[in-house]
C-alpha cells in the first residue's frame, strides 16, 4: 500500500493506490477507473503544501513523469506548459524563449498545478499571485470529459481552476501569460523593526520586491529587496550580500530547515499594525521561539477564493520547526489575523471551517456550487477538502 507525506512530514496519509501518468491519455484513464471504484482521485505537485490541501485518500497521482513546456508564444508573452511542470524546471526553458514568470515564491519547487491551485504568490505591490497570470486550463472532468478553459470558454470552469485546491478536476496543461525576461539586483540586509517600519512605505513601492523576515531572538529583520536592472548578470560567489542575476535565477531561495507554517492575508493598510501586534504577542508569549515572522506584499487580483481577491495585500507568515507543537503559537497568531480580516493561505495551517472561509469570501459558495454541479459524486473531494465545504 503506497504512503503520503508532505515536504515537512507533517502531514501523511494512505492512498489506495499510486499512478504516475506520462501522457494526458493516462491520466483521463486514471480518473475514470477511480471513478469506477468508487474512490477519490488527487494530484499532488511537489507536496509543498503545510495544510492537508493536498493529502489523498484514494487514488494519488504523481505528475513527476507529466512537465514541461508544450509551446511557447514569445510574441504575445504566452507559453502553454504541462501541469506537473516544477516552477525551477521552466526557467531555463522560457528563458530560450525570452520569456520569464511575471513572478516567483520563495522557493521554486513547486509544481505549476499546486503553486496556482492554492494561490502560491512572491513579493512586491505590483506582482499577483502565480493564479493571477493564468490564461487558459485544460482539465479533466469527472464525468471523464477533458475541456478547455479560460475567460472566454468555459469561464466558470476557468474561475474555479485559478485556485482549484485540487477539487475542481485534474489539470493536464496551464497556458500562462508571461513577460520579457528580466534581470534583478538583490540585496540583504538586517534592520531594527521600529527603523523598517519607519519607512515600511518607501521600502515597499521603492523597488519591485521588498520583504523581511523578522528574528524573534534578535528581534531584528533580515530584509531583502530586488530591484529591476539592465545591468550585467555578476558571477560573484554564492555567499554575499548583493548580486544580479535573470529573474529565475534570483527570486528564489533555498529553504532546507524542514518547518511547518501559517500564513495569513490582510488588507495592505492593515499590515504593519497587525505584524507588529503578532511581534508584541510572541516576544511576551513566545519567548523561545526560533523561527521568523515573514511580511511580504501582493497586488490584488479578481479570483473568487484568492486570499489576495479585490485588496491590495500583506502577507504574514509565522513558522514553527517540526519538532516542536505549532498549536499554541498558531492559534495565537490566527486570534490576531482574524481580527484584521485576514484570510489564510490554502497551502499553510489554519483552523477555519468551511463557513467560516464563506465570511471572507462574497464567491465561495458558488465556488463550490459550481464545483458539485461538476463533480456530484465527489471525485475530487478528499475527507479533508469536505470540511472546508460550506
Ligand atoms: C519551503 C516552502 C516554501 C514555500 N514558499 C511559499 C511562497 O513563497 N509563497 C507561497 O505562496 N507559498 C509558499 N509555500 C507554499 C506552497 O507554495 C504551496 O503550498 C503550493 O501549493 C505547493 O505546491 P506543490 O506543487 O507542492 O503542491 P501540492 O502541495 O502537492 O498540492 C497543492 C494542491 O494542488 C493540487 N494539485 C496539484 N496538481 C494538480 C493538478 N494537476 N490538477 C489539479 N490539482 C492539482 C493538489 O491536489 C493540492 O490540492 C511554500 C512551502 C514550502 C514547504
Keep these: 500500500m503506497p504512503t503520503w507525506s508532505n515536504w515537512s512530514g507533517r502531514q501523511t496519509s494512505s492512498p489506495t493506490a499510486l499512478v504516475s501518468p506520462t501522457s494526458e491519455e493516462e491520466i483521463v484513464s486514471a480518473v475514470a477507473s477511480a471513478a469506477a471504484d468508487g474512490v477519490s482521485v488527487r494530484a499532488v505537485g511537489a507536496s509543498h503544501s503545510h495544510s492537508r490541501i493536498a493529502a489523498p485518500d484514494g487514488v494519488l497521482l504523481n505528475l513527476d513523469d507529466w512537465q514541461g513546456v508544450v509551446s511557447a508564444d514569445p510574441e504575445n508573452e504566452r507559453a502553454t506548459v504541462r501541469s506537473g511542470s516544477r516552477i525551477f524546471e521552466l526557467g531555463e526553458p522560457l528563458h530560450a524563449h525570452g520569456l520569464a514568470l511575471r513572478n516567483q515564491g520563495d522557493i521554486d519547487k513547486?509544481?505549476?498545478?499546486?503553486?496556482?491551485?492554492?494561490?502560491?504568490?512572491?513579493?512586491?505591490?505590483?506582482?499577483q499571485n502565480l493564479?493571477?497570470?493564468?490564461?487558459?486550463?485544460?482539465?479533466?472532468?469527472?464525468?471523464?470529459?477533458?475541456?478547455?478553459?479560460?475567460?472566454?470558454?468555459?469561464?466558470?470552469?476557468?474561475?474555479?481552476?485559478?485556485?482549484?485546491?485540487?477539487?475542481?478536476?485534474?489539470?493536464?496543461?496551464?497556458?500562462l501569460g508571461l513577460r520579457p525576461a528580466y534581470r534583478l539586483h538583490e540585496r540583504l540586509w538586517k534592520e531594527s523593526p521600529d527603523d523598517v517600519f519607519g519607512r515600511i512605505d518607501e521600502l515597499v513601492t521603492g523597488t519591485r520586491h521588498f520583504e523581511f523576515f523578522w528574528m524573534p531572538q534578535l528581534d531584528a529583520c533580515a530584509c531583502k529587496t530586488l530591484a529591476e536592472t539592465d545591468a550585467e548578470v555578476d558571477d560573484l560567489p554564492d555567499v554575499k550580500l548583493e548580486r544580479i542575476g535573470w529573474s529565475h535565477n534570483i527570486i528564489s531561495s533555498i529553504r532546507d530547515d524542514k518547518h511547518t507554517e501559517m500564513e495569513y492575508s490582510v488588507p495592505a493598510e492593515q499590515g504593519p499594525a497587525c505584524f507588529n501586534e503578532v511581534r508584541e504577542m510572541i516576544l511576551r508569549d513566545f519567548p523561545d521561539l526560533e523561527w521568523p515572522l515573514e511580511y511580504r506584499t501582493v497586488r490584488s487580483d479578481d479570483i473568487w477564493i484568492s486570499a489576495a481577491g479585490g485588496r491590495e495585500t500583506v502577507t504574514i507568515s509565522a513558522h514553527q520547526d517540526i519538532s516542536l507543537d505549532d498549536r499554541d503559537l498558531f492559534e495565537a497568531c490566527e486570534e490576531i489575523f482574524r481580527r484584521y480580516d485576514?484570510?489564510?493561505?490554502?497551502?499553510?495551517?489554519?483552523?477555519?471551517?468551511?463557513?467560516?472561509l464563506a465570511e471572507l469570501y462574497p464567491r465561495y459558495r458558488d465556488w463550490w456550487r459550481i464545483r458539485d454541479e461538476h463533480d456530484p459524486h465527489d471525485l475530487f473531494v478528499t475527507e479533508d477538502l469536505a470540511r472546508l465545504r460550506p
Excluded at 513547486?110 to 506582482?127: E, K, L, Y
Excluded at 485576514?342 to 471551517?353: A, E, I, Q, T
Design 342 to 356: 485576514g484570510r489564510p493561505h490554502w497551502g499553510k495551517v489554519h483552523y477555519l471551517s468551511g463557513a467560516d
Design 110 to 127: 513547486q509544481s505549476i498545478a499546486g503553486a496556482t491551485s492554492t494561490g502560491t504568490h512572491g513579493t512586491g505591490p505590483t506582482n
Design 131 to 175: 493564479s493571477a497570470s493564468v490564461e487558459g486550463v485544460r482539465l479533466v472532468l469527472a464525468s471523464g470529459e477533458v475541456v478547455s478553459c479560460s475567460p472566454d470558454e468555459h469561464p466558470e470552469l476557468f474561475e474555479l481552476a485559478r485556485h482549484s485546491l485540487g477539487g475542481v478536476g485534474l489539470i493536464t496543461e496551464f497556458t
